[in-house]
């Protein structure tokens, strides 16, 4: 049997991933496509136990190379779990949030730097390189005033900006970086809009 292809999602907190997910889930079902959904960090007993610690918000003193190893060690189990099994039975994979997360995150986001990120998780790049990576390119000031209304001023989120325009500029880069891999859609169009390039964007690349 083929091996399934794998692919991952991306994008700022609140770019619409979620919603893309769930279309393509129904469409998936709807044309009897076999697939599984999963996630990161998370999707498998020790990958949830470690996404628990990592969310918590009673971690607050983790050190940021400490986040960003946790990641990567999730990221290792949930591949082994779920990951391998449903390639090898030549199911599509698609999973919300991967390597590219930790770069845009932990990489830039964190500042520690592309070359820390990429070397913890040598594993994951080295034998799992998505086939195709959807980047749903939503900037975060676009994302929050979505989320809020333009009157709304919440002082704690917007302490968080800079870093999120980091995550941002950091996505923007690896998807210059990666044009053979990453696709890069416009979060800013309806929803269906959205979902009619990510459609298209994987049938071209041959995945459905
Ligand atoms: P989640 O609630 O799943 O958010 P979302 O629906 O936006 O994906 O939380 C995941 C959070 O973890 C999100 O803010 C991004 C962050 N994250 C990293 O910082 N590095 C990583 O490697 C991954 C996978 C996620």
Redesign the pocket.
């Known amino acids: 049997m083929a091996r399934g292809k794998f692919i991952t999602f991306e994008?700022?907190?609140?770019?619409g991933?979620?919603t893309q997910l769930r279309l393509l889930s129904e469409y998936l079902t709807e044309n009897g496509i076999p697939h599984i959904f999963t996630?990161?960090?998370?999707g498998g007993k020790i990958s949830e136990a470690i996404?628990e610690i990592?969310?918590s918000g009673k971690n607050m003193e983790m050190t940021d190379a400490c986040?960003?190893l946790l990641?990567?060690a999730?990221?290792v189990q949930h591949l082994s779990d779920r990951v391998e099994p449903a390639l090898q039975e030549g199911k599509l994979v698609i999973c919300?949030?991967?390597?590219?997360?930790?770069?845009?995150?932990?990489a830039y986001?964190?500042g520690l730097g592309a070359e820390f990120i990429g070397q913890i998780n040598g594993y994951a790049l080295k034998h799992y390189t998505p086939d195709v990576t959807v980047f749903i390119d939503l900037t975060p000031e676009a994302a929050f005033l979505r989320k809020h209304g333009a009157d709304e001023n919440d002082r704690l989120e917007q302490a968080g900006m800079a870093f999120h325009k980091r995550?941002y500029e950091g996505y923007k880069t690896l998807a210059k970086e990666s044009p053979e891999r990453v696709v890069s859609i416009d979060g800013n169009q309806t929803p269906q809009e959205i979902f009619e390039a990510v459609v298209k964007t994987l049938k071209d690349r041959g995945c459905l």
């Open positions: 994008g700022c907190d609140g770019c991933k979620s996630r990161e960090p998370g996404r990592l969310l986040e960003a990641y990567a999730a990221r919300d949030r991967y390597v590219d997360s930790s770069m845009a995150y932990q986001g964190r995550v």
